[in-house]
């Protein structure tokens, strides 16, 4: 790891200060950061742990929402349960010290391409809060580790309409254990959303056809066959862009039959 | 560098850390409390597991001032101070649930978790809760059935 | 009932104590005062000229003490090859340099190019990234066959080619197996990758070396399956130290599995380095640095054909493998594809004639050595895959093929130069039939296929060579190296014993099992035995820990020196009874005299040996303290049978484990649970090798598979419970306690059933799939059913 200077503030005002600092980065459970440092990928001059902050953590559930701040550790997120297709993705999230230490918020910032994470948020069609606004799920991920926060904004909370039923489904990659392909859905209020995480060269994505589809028929027969076309699908050492197309489509029928 | 305090095994323990100091170099570098081991770079392995204020984490994977003020637990914490083996240390030799005893730590220290968590769990509830702890000596199996002994469940394995 | 602590008992291990409450001594454990840092910078590319290394900036860097580059080893060794082998034409292999640093050229990507020395790990990697090289990147050559090409990019300019050596076994078989293939009822024939492996010790390597200026004597304290192996090959081949002052300590070691057997760059780097600077000098492997630097394994490109007559009988093997040696050629590479590889081809089976080719390539990539089982896994998958493809194609049952093959009996010398001397492969057959339920097969074929799955079952034979190995045999074969084992056995003045010896246990489990042999031939409490290994300085010259071997050769060494001792012994103990000496009996730790009620305990022998005051002095010494070398006649030859039971998902191509089951024959057992698990842990990695790992390299030589990230282990949810067997025993009929030794059987027995299940469930759904290679991973499955 390069050197950096190191700052754990209290409130997530001093945490905005404290990220105004040139190349400052913000550390939340780290567990893809310190890696990522390790490997001397990164070079902050300054972490901004916001693991001391109490405003970030906690998860409350009001009527038809779930609100999970930013800092709230995968396993409490697995523990909780008012989202139970939420929880349970939570809780398959790498293993369980890793758990202990990952959070919602981060994963999230962090946008990675086979994240769970990022298939709940657009599966549930959430709002992601910031110090400074809220921006809906289908306008945050903006691509591999790509996403709408500006320099030194802090997601705060993750608000999650709950869902009528819902259900995800992952196919481990089998070294990582994260998503060769996950997908999250989720039926509600607005009808049917479909979202993949691990399969897209542009990250998470929404599967319309398969919305349609379920839109009028929500049973797993209503995509007998379908998967989505492989263009586009990532193709690496654990598998083709034809075989991630063909796991969307099983997965996305297994989680609609799951879901009920 | 800067000093910072932790309570380790029950003793306050204080040591000097840079901000990039991770919590596994502090210990064994700061502190030398060695039985923690590394055995990769992307928090994998497990090795390096031990408690922060009671849940299991990577220690490769923290930095030693996130664990600043916090109560630590490690492999050296866990026999009796006369030297006496707790239960789970005790069933990991009785079925021979460790060879090179490199990984061994941090699968010690993930089965107390784990025990906390799941007082009696299943053959499945052990392999999946060790999925973050890698053996390359054991295949997994002593492992599991010491596990299994360990929470007083009956080790019925066809084949001893 | 074997005795408390003795022969046969699952006597619990000793050195587990300190493993579990955090007390082991790893290398990295130890910090010598005033140690100074280093890290290397390693090459990028796969191949490339170096043009320029300016270390200037990076000299003046904060913490900097010294900078080494290639030039600073010109004129000093390169690492040494230690196994020469003989072409097909008679002439020897080609032999590259390879240097400790660089020199000219970067051959891989992980070549290390210079190596900074600094106060702090960190200072040194600052000052590592501010040295500047100018590269000029060459194309890399990867593929094997292309490297074979005329004209094809060499890796190494001063040699003729790509080939190390094209080999021939026997070559003297080769027109008889054409002609039996030509003329037979039926051929099989199966091309397959034995896939490139990485041995991902859980314990990455480390490196210190100690200078003492006072005395002229380096130390290097180094995760080594064999310290003395290191000693020699460094001091005498690389850095010109004499044995006796040079000391090679390897601590507790976190697993081998083959790659910590070979001298490696950086251990000759730090023992140089810690002289030229007067301060130790430590390097840490991170895993990353692991997965560039450590040989890796296997990366087998076969052509097998099995010959059958009108009734099944096989009548010829031919095959043909392109074995990757990488970039250099590792400490006993040339020796794996050929010694390790081609005397296994006869399996269990009587074939008359068989002929292997192998033709060792030299690529731009990491080297490629011995990795648990080397050579005897190739071996044993091409051989039991095209068995079971023959038996498909015959629509025979694939266990009554084998059956009628095999060898039954012994001892027997196979057409590739090696004598079984013993075995007995219908029982461990029958062991493994009594264990799998093979009647109630179909009912869970059809429980699965009910939820939609496909359900297969996998069985295979195996054999191995290990114990390794008579060191003239060897000698002949290109060995550039003894295979004795050595033990000394110290007995102390009141009875207790230490055996310093040159076996290394690196989770063997040496501490508890050689205590076993001792209290059972002397019949004392195994507690009054410790067990010394690791460190040149008081163990007598020794090869270490590999290919099966401490057991049936290390044990052997123990067990002729403590025969020199209970000899002795009870010349005094006859002295003290006033009786003679071929009256004397020894048992439970009494001297007796046969016939009369004179006796003397273990321990008042053991005192008149140091304190001879009524002691025959003019005909013995005192003392009591004896040591053997013991260099076996042959290897010894571990065989099994092993099923294994798969479902298949075919929506995803997932291949699950349902069982997996192991019998075993070792000959005679020391410990019941250590064998047991370490046939568990060679199964598990088995079981990793064809279904997860893959050491995967692009175009340009980059490895892809880096890091736990991309290179798949094997996780405790990936396997199932094992059920092993080793009732079956047929001693070892030449070495003194009849054991064969078992650390590679379940690597070894465990990928082609395996793959075997995974085929059979394919052709049970209807699909026309007759190999896979491995790693059987989901996306492949899904492939090979789809055609995609």
């Given at each position: 790891?390069?050197?950096f200077?190191?700052?754990r503030?209290?409130?997530v005002a001093?945490a905005v200060a404290?990220?105004?600092?040139?190349d400052a980065?913000?550390?939340?459970?780290?567990?893809?950061?310190i890696?990522t440092l390790?490997?001397r990928l990164?070079?902050?001059?300054k972490l901004?742990?916001?693991g001391?902050i109490?405003?970030?953590?906690?998860i409350?559930?009001?009527g038809?929402?779930?609100?999970?701040g930013?800092?709230?550790?995968?396993?409490?997120?697995?523990?909780?349960?008012?989202i139970?297709?939420?929880s349970a993705?939570?809780?398959?999230?790498?293993d369980?010290?890793?758990?202990n230490?990952?959070?919602i918020?981060g994963s999230?910032?962090?946008?990675?391409?086979?994240a769970?994470?990022p298939?709940?948020?657009?599966?549930l069609?959430?709002?992601?809060?910031?110090?400074?606004?809220?921006?809906?799920a289908d306008?945050?991920f903006?691509?591999l580790?790509t996403?709408?926060l500006?320099?030194?904004?802090i997601i705060?909370?993750?608000r999650?309409?709950?869902p009528?039923?819902?259900n995800?489904q992952k196919?481990?990659?089998?070294?990582?254990r994260?998503a060769?392909?996950?997908?999250?859905?989720?039926?509600?209020?607005?009808?049917v959303?479909?979202?993949?995480?691990?399969a897209?060269?542009?990250?998470?994505f929404?599967?319309s056809?398969?919305?349609?589809?379920?839109?009028?028929?929500?049973s797993?027969?209503?995509l007998d066959?379908?998967?989505?076309?492989?263009?586009?699908?990532?193709?690496?050492l654990?598998?083709?862009?034809?075989?991630?197309?063909n796991?969307?489509?099983?997965m996305?029928?297994?989680?609609v039959?799951?879901a009920? | 560098?800067?000093t910072?305090?932790?309570?380790?095994n029950?003793?306050?323990?204080?040591?000097?850390?840079?901000g990039?100091?991770l919590?596994?170099?502090?210990l064994r570098?700061?502190?030398?409390?060695?039985?923690?081991?590394?055995?990769?770079d992307t928090g994998q392995?497990?090795a390096?597991v031990?408690?922060v204020n009671?849940?299991?984490?990577?220690?490769?994977n923290?930095l030693?001032?996130?664990?600043?003020?916090?109560?630590?637990?490690?492999?050296?914490?866990?026999a009796?101070?006369?030297?006496?083996?707790?239960?789970?240390?005790?069933?990991?030799q009785e079925?021979?649930?460790?060879?090179?005893?490199?990984c061994?730590?941090?699968m010690?220290?993930s089965?107390?978790a784990?025990?906390k968590e799941?007082?009696?769990?299943s053959?499945?509830?052990?392999?999946?809760?060790l999925?973050?702890?890698?053996?390359r000596?054991?295949?997994?199996?002593n492992?599991?059935?010491?596990i299994?002994?360990?929470s007083?469940q009956?080790?019925?394995?066809?084949?001893e | 009932?074997?005795?408390?602590?003795?022969i046969?008992?699952s006597?619990?291990?000793?050195?587990?104590?300190?493993f579990?409450?955090?007390?082991?001594n790893?290398?990295?454990?130890?910090?010598?005062?005033?140690?100074?840092y280093?890290?290397?910078?390693?090459s990028d590319v796969?191949?490339?000229?170096?043009?320029s290394v300016d270390?200037?900036?990076?000299?003046?860097?904060?913490?900097?003490?010294?900078?080494f580059?290639?030039?600073?080893?010109?004129?000093?060794?390169?690492?040494?090859?230690?196994?020469?082998v003989?072409?097909?034409h008679g002439e020897p292999?080609?032999?590259?340099a390879?240097?400790?640093?660089?020199?000219?050229?970067v051959?891989?990507?992980?070549?290390?190019i210079?190596?900074v020395?600094?106060?702090?790990?960190?200072?040194?990697?600052?000052?590592?990234e501010a040295?500047?090289?100018?590269?000029e990147?060459?194309?890399?050559?990867?593929?094997?066959?292309?490297a074979?090409?005329?004209?094809?990019?060499?890796?190494?300019d001063?040699?003729?080619s790509?080939?190390c050596?094209?080999w021939?076994?026997?070559?003297e078989n080769r027109?008889?197996?054409?002609?039996a293939?030509?003329s037979?009822?039926?051929?099989?024939?199966?091309?397959?990758?034995?896939?490139r492996?990485?041995?991902?010790?859980?314990?990455?390597?480390?490196?210190?070396?100690?200078?003492?200026?006072?005395?002229?004597?380096?130390t290097?304290?180094?995760?080594?399956?064999?310290?003395?192996?290191?000693?020699?090959?460094?001091?005498?081949?690389?850095?010109g130290?004499?044995?006796?002052k040079?000391r090679?300590?390897?601590p507790d070691?976190?697993g081998?599995?083959?790659?910590k057997i070979?001298?490696y760059?950086e251990?000759?780097?730090?023992?140089?380095a810690?002289?030229?600077?007067?301060?130790p000098?430590?390097?840490?492997?991170?895993r990353?640095?692991?997965?560039l630097?450590?040989?890796?394994?296997?990366?087998?490109?076969t052509k097998i054909e099995?010959?059958?007559?009108?009734?099944n009988n096989?009548?010829?093997?031919?095959t043909?493998?392109y074995?990757?040696?990488?970039a250099y050629?590792?400490?006993?590479?040339p020796s794996?594809?050929t010694?390790?590889?081609?005397?296994?081809m006869?399996?269990?089976?009587?074939?008359?004639?068989?002929y292997?080719n192998v033709?060792?390539?030299?690529?731009n990539?990491?080297?490629?050595d011995?990795y648990?089982?080397?050579g005897?896994?190739?071996?044993?998958?091409?051989?039991?895959?095209?068995?079971?493809?023959?038996?498909?194609?015959?629509?025979v049952?694939?266990i009554?093929l084998?059956r009628?093959n095999?060898?039954?009996?012994?001892?027997?010398a196979?057409?590739v130069?090696?004598?079984?001397?013993t075995?007995?492969?219908?029982?461990?057959m029958?062991?493994?039939?009594?264990?799998?339920d093979?009647d109630?097969?179909?009912?869970?074929?059809?429980?699965?296929?009910?939820k939609?799955?496909?359900?297969?079952?996998g069985?295979?034979?195996?054999?191995?060579a290990?114990?390794?190995?008579?060191?003239?045999?060897?000698?002949?074969?290109?060995?550039?190296?003894g295979l004795?084992?050595s033990?000394t056995?110290r007995?102390?003045?009141?009875?207790?014993?230490?055996?310093?010896?040159?076996s290394?246990?690196?989770g063997?489990?040496h501490?508890?099992?050689?205590?076993?042999?001792i209290a059972e031939?002397?019949?004392?409490d195994a507690s009054?035995?410790e067990?010394?290994?690791g460190?040149t300085q008081?163990?007598p010259?020794?090869?270490?820990?590999?290919?099966s071997?401490?057991?049936a050769v290390?044990?052997?060494a123990?067990v002729r020196a403590?025969?020199?001792?209970?000899?002795?012994?009870?010349k005094?103990?006859?002295h003290?009874?006033?009786a003679?000496e071929?009256?004397v009996?020894l048992?439970?730790g009494?001297?007796s005299?046969?016939?009369?009620?004179?006796?003397?305990?273990?321990?008042d022998?053991?005192?008149a040996?140091?304190?001879?005051?009524?002691?025959p002095?003019?005909?013995?010494?005192p003392?009591l303290e004896?040591?053997?070398?013991y260099?076996?006649?042959n290897?010894?030859y571990?065989a099994?049978?092993?099923?294994?039971e798969?479902?298949?998902d075919?929506?995803?191509?997932?291949?699950e484990?349902?069982?997996?089951?192991?019998?075993?024959?070792f000959g005679?057992?020391?410990?019941?649970?250590?064998?047991?698990?370490q046939?568990?842990g060679?199964?598990g990695?088995?079981?990793g090798?064809a279904?997860?790992?893959?050491?995967?390299?692009?175009?340009?030589?980059?490895?892809?598979s880096?890091?736990?990230?991309?290179?798949?282990m094997?996780?405790?949810?990936?396997?199932?419970?094992?059920e092993v067997?080793h009732?079956?025993?047929?001693?070892?009929?030449h070495?003194?306690?009849?054991?064969k030794g078992?650390?590679?059987a379940?690597?070894?027995g465990?990928?082609?059933?395996?793959?075997?299940?995974?085929i059979?469930?394919?052709q049970?759904?209807?699909?026309?799939?007759d190999?896979?290679?491995?790693p059987?991973s989901p996306?492949r499955?899904w492939a090979?059913?789809?055609?995609?």
């Open positions: 790891m390069y050197a200077d190191f700052e503030p209290s409130t001093d404290a990220l105004s600092a040139e980065q913000a550390l939340s459970g780290g567990q893809t950061l890696p390790k490997q990164a070079s902050p001059s901004v742990s916001l001391g109490a405003e970030l953590q906690g409350t559930s009001d038809d929402a779930v609100t999970i930013a800092g709230t550790t995968h396993a409490a997120v697995a523990a909780d349960g008012s139970p297709a939420l993705l939570a809780g398959n999230i790498g369980p010290a890793v758990r230490r990952g959070t918020g999230l910032a962090n946008n990675d391409p086979a769970c994470y298939s709940a948020a657009l599966g069609g959430a709002t992601i809060v910031t110090n400074a606004r809220e921006i809906v306008d945050f903006q691509g580790f996403t709408a500006d320099e030194g904004e705060t909370a993750v999650f309409p709950k009528q039923a819902a995800y196919f481990e990659q089998p070294a990582s994260f060769l392909v996950g997908v999250f859905v989720a039926k509600g209020a607005d009808g959303r479909v979202a993949v995480t691990g897209s060269e542009d990250g998470v929404r599967w056809e398969a919305e349609a589809a379920l839109g009028s028929n929500f797993a027969g209503a066959g379908m998967a989505p076309p492989a263009d586009g699908m990532i193709s690496d654990h598998g083709s862009a034809a075989y991630r197309a796991l969307v489509g099983v996305t029928r297994r989680a039959a799951a009920g | 560098m800067a910072i305090s932790m309570v380790v029950g003793r306050q323990m204080s040591g000097e850390a840079e990039r100091t919590l596994s170099s502090f570098d700061a502190l030398g409390l060695t039985g923690t081991h590394v055995g990769c392995c497990g390096c031990v408690h009671g849940d299991a984490v990577k220690s490769c923290m030693a001032m996130e664990a600043d003020g916090a109560e630590v637990a490690t492999i050296e914490g866990q009796a101070p006369d030297g006496t083996l707790n239960a789970i240390q005790a069933a990991f079925y021979h649930g460790l060879q090179c005893g490199f061994t730590p941090g010690v220290m089965a107390a784990l025990l799941i007082p009696k769990p053959e499945a509830e052990i392999r999946k809760y999925s973050g702890n890698l053996c000596c054991t295949g997994y199996h492992i599991v059935r010491a299994m002994a360990a007083g009956d080790v019925a394995v066809a084949a | 009932m074997p005795m408390d602590g003795g046969g008992a006597t619990k291990r000793r050195e587990d104590v300190r579990l409450t955090g007390a082991g790893y290398t990295d454990d130890i910090n010598v005062n005033g140690q100074a280093v890290a290397f910078l390693r796969a191949h490339g000229k170096i043009k270390t200037s900036d990076a000299a003046g860097m904060p913490g900097v003490i010294r900078i580059t290639g030039a600073d080893f010109e004129g000093i060794g390169g690492l040494p090859c230690g196994w020469q003989t072409d097909r292999m080609q032999e590259p390879h240097p400790v640093l660089a020199q000219g050229k051959r891989h990507v992980g070549d290390p210079a190596a020395v600094a106060e702090t790990l960190e200072q040194a990697k600052d000052a590592a040295i500047e090289v100018d590269l990147e060459l194309p890399a050559v990867v593929d094997m066959k292309a074979l090409v005329d004209g094809a990019v060499k890796v190494h001063d040699l003729t790509n080939l050596y094209d021939g076994f026997v070559e027109d008889a197996v054409d002609q293939i030509k037979a009822a039926h051929v099989t024939t199966l091309e397959l990758r034995n896939q492996l990485v041995a991902n010790p859980m314990e990455p390597r480390v490196a210190i070396g100690d200078f003492n200026r006072a005395t002229g004597e380096s290097l304290y180094t995760t080594s399956q064999n310290p003395h192996v290191i000693r020699l090959l460094m001091g005498a081949f690389v850095l130290i004499p044995e006796h040079l090679v300590v390897a070691v976190g081998g599995f083959g790659s070979f001298h760059a251990e000759a780097f730090c023992t140089f810690a002289k030229a600077i007067n301060r000098v430590k390097w840490t492997a991170s990353s640095e692991a997965f630097s450590d040989a890796q394994g296997r990366d087998h490109v099995l010959a059958l007559d009108a009734d096989f009548t010829a093997i031919r043909e493998t074995a990757n040696m990488g050629l590792s400490t006993f590479a794996v594809p010694w390790l590889h081609g005397t296994l006869a399996g269990n089976y009587k074939t008359p004639v068989i292997v033709k060792a390539v030299f690529t990539t990491v080297p490629v011995a648990r089982g080397a005897r896994p190739e071996a044993t998958f091409q051989l039991e895959r095209v068995i079971d493809k023959a038996a498909r194609e015959l629509g049952d694939p009554a084998r009628q095999f060898v039954t009996e012994f001892p027997y196979t057409p130069a090696v004598e079984y001397d075995g007995d492969y219908n029982g461990t029958d062991a493994l039939e009594r264990m799998i093979r109630g097969f179909a009912a869970r074929r059809a429980a699965s296929e009910a939609g799955k496909l359900r297969g079952l069985i295979n034979c195996y054999i191995e290990c114990g390794i190995a008579p060191s003239q045999l060897v000698g002949q074969l290109g060995a550039r190296a004795y084992e033990a056995v007995v102390n003045a009141t009875g207790g014993i230490v055996v310093m010896t040159g290394h246990s690196h063997q489990g501490e508890t099992t050689f205590p076993q042999v031939m002397i019949g004392i009054m035995v067990i010394e290994h460190d008081n163990t010259m020794g090869m270490g820990t590999y290919g071997r401490s057991i290390g044990g052997s123990m403590a025969e020199k001792i209970i000899a002795k012994a009870k005094i103990a006859a003290l009874m006033e003679a071929a009256d009996e048992k439970d009494q001297f005299v046969a016939g009369t009620d004179k006796s003397v305990a273990w321990g022998v053991c005192l040996a140091y304190v001879p005051h009524n002691y002095l003019e005909e013995i010494e003392g004896e040591t053997a070398f260099d076996p006649s290897f010894t571990p099994g049978a092993y099923s294994c798969v479902e298949v075919p929506e995803t191509g997932k291949v484990i349902c069982s997996f089951a192991a019998a075993d024959d005679n057992i020391i410990n019941p649970m250590i064998v047991d698990g046939v568990h060679g199964i990695q088995g079981i090798q279904l997860l790992e893959n050491c995967v390299y692009d175009d340009q030589g980059q490895l892809l880096a890091s736990f990230m991309d290179y798949a094997p996780r405790a949810d990936d396997v199932p419970f094992y067997d009732s079956s025993r047929t001693p070892c009929t070495n003194p306690l009849g054991v078992c650390g590679e379940g690597a070894i465990s990928p082609p059933s395996v793959v075997n299940a995974v059979d469930a394919l049970s759904g209807g699909h026309d799939v190999h896979i290679d491995m059987v996306s499955v090979a059913m789809n055609n995609a």
